[in-house]
């Protein structure tokens, strides 16, 4: 088994072998930036349990699997395969990264609405690299503000890995005013080389003042060996913009997820966020939103549907830092065999953010008597001015409905079928998109249908 | 048509029903009345096999087969169905995709061919119509929200849509006013055929002015206690079940 130590050693000597390739290397702002991450990450190390932020997803338990990092000249992948591995494509702009790099022969991007940029964060670092600067350069995301004052880098140390060695994912501009008709779709696929793979997507979204845009990230792919998926996406939500931000992570049982979500929001803006994930033998989604100005609007949503030995955690923290804001978060679990499922959602309320309101709900149903779910909503309110709401549940499915369907002569299979799509159904058509929400139920029916 | 047999069942060790014998021929409709707690549901809910009752004894006989050993979709598929006492309700699933889902497992399982979308509204209208229901329950989720009557009125709604064979109808009548009472009435007359028998469980004679039952039985503790005519409605009306029931209930 690999140690902390030579996991350090060895992120170091790879960040030395590949940081005059990455895009922008010759940024200064940015090498130091790279550099200082690194540094970070060496510092902090993985998470461990004993970090509260991740007291739900032991990285160590893995560590000796811990692979390479992805190359460009990764396997072939046929196109077929991604369509396949889509389910259905939805009409959207489209850009295939597969570990993490771009691939412009699976991409579709199509044609492009006056106001809107879908391109890479090495184009963009040559053509615009001040906006570059401005968005990705700034670590904001790098460290947790404790109440105490503290601030701590510990949670954050997957994020500066991510910032230090990621290649550069899709940079996505939308200018002021403009409301792309189609979403856009970003598709990361992993294919897993001899000895595994790392991969560090990265993706940077920027909604222009008053814009609107829809995002759809998917996460697919998976082969025999380990591999690990460290993902970073970071948004911007400018004043008066909306924002509708999906991701369905679903690689392999083989796959090794983790994500940070940063999203900042402008006053008066609007950011409605989905995470539907059934994928990862261990999968942490993390979405953290500062709502900077007045009046933000916030939507955080998750369903995670697990079975076998299926390790899902999700993390949550809104931060309310400017007055009138609202915040709105259903997630919901489906926990089947072995699965064990993790839901720590944290709102807080600065003391400025007066007028805040704030609702939490986390449920979980419990398909097997293996299944296991945490659970615990939280409320930090720092002034009086709130109304604020959180609850959680976990139980299994409701007898009584299961016989009432199954009395109209609806089979056991269909009838757990209508109760769970009913369940998971209700954070599905909170989505402001109607062609997502019909996504999404797709994969719910493929997941469903693969029960053993 | 439906026989059962020296039927005991237990619910929580709780003795229920202590020898329930009845034989309800083709076309048949019986009433079963009797005083609170007297086992009337625990007898509907084991007809259309419902977990949860330990048979201790006896056995229930449906076209020649025992029913015991099916399950409650199997039932279903035969041609049972049950008008909840207490209709459930089903958060985030709509009445329409309830209704055709059930209707098409049956007749999928009774070799008819399934309804289409279109073949299916055009059913569920005529029977809306019927039962003086509007079309918006349809999309309304299974029973959330609704009021008494309007839990009633969907099981009869259902049960018109499933086209049983032998319906059991668990105080189907509690809980509607004047009018509702006769429309939904009329829905299950219209219902009554020669080859479709049916079970109505009810605590006033008042509903069997409407439909006129073929027999009463008295439930009381467990047993048959009394069977008759309809005319033995109209005694118990007037002089209660103290005769049966008396203080050891
Ligand atoms: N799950 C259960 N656990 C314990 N006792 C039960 C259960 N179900 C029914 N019983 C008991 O069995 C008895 C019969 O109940 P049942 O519901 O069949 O009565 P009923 O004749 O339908 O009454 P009502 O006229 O009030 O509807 C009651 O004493 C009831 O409390
Ligand atoms: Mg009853």
């Known amino acids: 088994m690999l140690t902390a130590k030579s996991h350090n050693d060895f992120y170091f000597e790879h960040f030395g072998n590949i940081k005059s390739d990455l895009p922008g290397a010759k940024l200064q702002w940015l090498s130091r930036a790279r550099t200082e991450a690194i540094e970070r990450f060496l510092d902090c190390g993985y998470p461990t349990m004993n970090v509260e932020e991740w007291k739900h997803t032991n990285l160590l338990k893995q560590s000796d699997s811990f692979p390479v990092m992805g190359e460009p000249s990764v396997n072939e992948v046929a196109e077929r395969d991604i369509e396949a591995l889509l389910l259905d494509s939805i009409p959207s702009h489209r850009m295939v990264f597969v570990n993490g790099f771009f691939c412009q022969r699976l991409s579709d991007v199509g044609a492009l609405p006056a106001g809107l940029r879908l391109t890479t964060a090495g184009e963009m670092l040559v053509e615009q690299p001040e906006l570059m600067e401005e968005h990705w350069g700034q670590p904001w995301g790098f460290l947790e503000h404790r109440l105490s004052g503290e601030e701590d880098p510990k949670p954050h140390s997957m994020v500066a890995l991510n910032m230090a060695l990621s290649p550069g994912g899709p940079v996505i501009h939308v200018d002021r005013d403009v409301s792309p008709e189609l979403p856009i779709h970003l598709v990361n696929v992993v294919v897993s080389e001899a000895s595994g793979v790392m991969s560090q997507p990265r993706t940077l979204l920027i909604a222009g003042e008053g814009s609107g845009v829809t995002l759809l990230e998917t996460y697919i792919g998976g082969g025999v060996q380990p591999h690990m998926v460290n993902a970073l996406t970071q948004v911007r939500v400018m004043k008066g913009a909306t924002v509708r931000h999906y991701k369905h992570q679903g690689e392999g049982s083989n796959s090794f997820h983790l994500a940070t979500n940063l999203v900042r929001l402008d006053s008066g803006s609007t950011y409605s966020g989905c995470v539907f994930s059934n994928g990862g033998g261990i999968s942490r989604n993390e979405a953290r939103v500062r709502l900077e100005g007045q009046r933000g609007d916030c939507t955080l949503d998750g369903i995670y549907l697990g079975r076998g030995q299926q390790h899902m955690d999700n993390w949550t923290r809104v931060d309310h830092v400017a007055p009138y804001g609202e915040t709105r978060e259903m997630y919901k679990g489906v926990l089947d065999e072995k699965a064990e499922g993790a839901f720590q959602g944290k709102v807080r309320i600065w003391p400025e953010a007066i007028a805040s309101r704030a609702q939490q709900l986390n449920k979980n149903l419990l398909l097997s008597e293996d299944a296991r779910a945490f659970s615990k909503p939280e409320l930090e309110i720092l002034n009086d001015d709130v109304q604020c709401a959180h609850g959680s549940t976990i139980g299994d499915l409701d007898q009584e409905c299961l016989f009432y369907l199954r009395s109209r002569g609806v089979d056991e299979f269909v009838a757990r079928k209508l109760l769970i799509e009913a369940f998971v159904g209700e954070v599905i058509d909170r989505a402001p998109d109607v062609p997502i929400r019909a996504h999404f139920r797709k994969l719910f029916y493929q997941w469903f249908s693969q029960a053993s | ?249």
């Open chain 2, 1 to 249: 048509m439906l026989e059962i047999m020296d039927l005991h069942a237990a619910v929580d060790g709780k003795q229920v029903l202590r020898g329930v014998n009845l034989k309800i021929g083709p076309g048949e409709l019986h009433a079963v009345m009797g005083p609170n707690g007297s086992g009337k549901s625990t007898l509907a809910y084991v007809l259309s096999g419902r977990d949860g009752y330990d048979i201790e004894r006896g056995d229930i006989i449906y076209d020649g087969k025992s029913l015991l050993e099916l399950a409650p979709e199997k039932r279903a598929e035969e041609g049972i169905f049950l008008a909840f006492q207490y209709p459930v309700e089903i958060p985030g699933v709509s009445n329409a995709t309830f209704l055709r889902t059930a209707v098409n497992c049956v007749r999928a399982a009774r070799g008819q061919e399934e309804f289409s979308a279109t073949q299916f509204l055009k059913e569920v209208r005529m029977k809306l119509k019927a039962l003086e229901m509007t079309e918006e329950v349809l999309s309304r989720q299974v029973n959330v929200g609704f009021s008494g009557g309007e839990k009633k009125r969907n099981e009869v709604l259902q049960m018109a849509m499933l086209e049983p064979r032998f319906a059991v109808l668990d105080e189907t009548d509690s809980g509607l006013d004047i009018d509702a009472l006769k429309i939904v009435a009329d829905g299950v007359n219209k219902l009554r055929r020669s080859d479709r028998s049916m079970l109505i469980i009810t605590h006033y004679q008042r509903l069997l002015d409407y439909i006129v039952p073929d027999k009463v039985h008295v439930l009381a503790k467990g047993r048959i206690v009394r069977s008759g005519g309809k005319e033995l409605a109209v005694e118990l009306e007037e002089k209660g079940y103290s005769e049966f029931s008396g203080a050891a209930l």
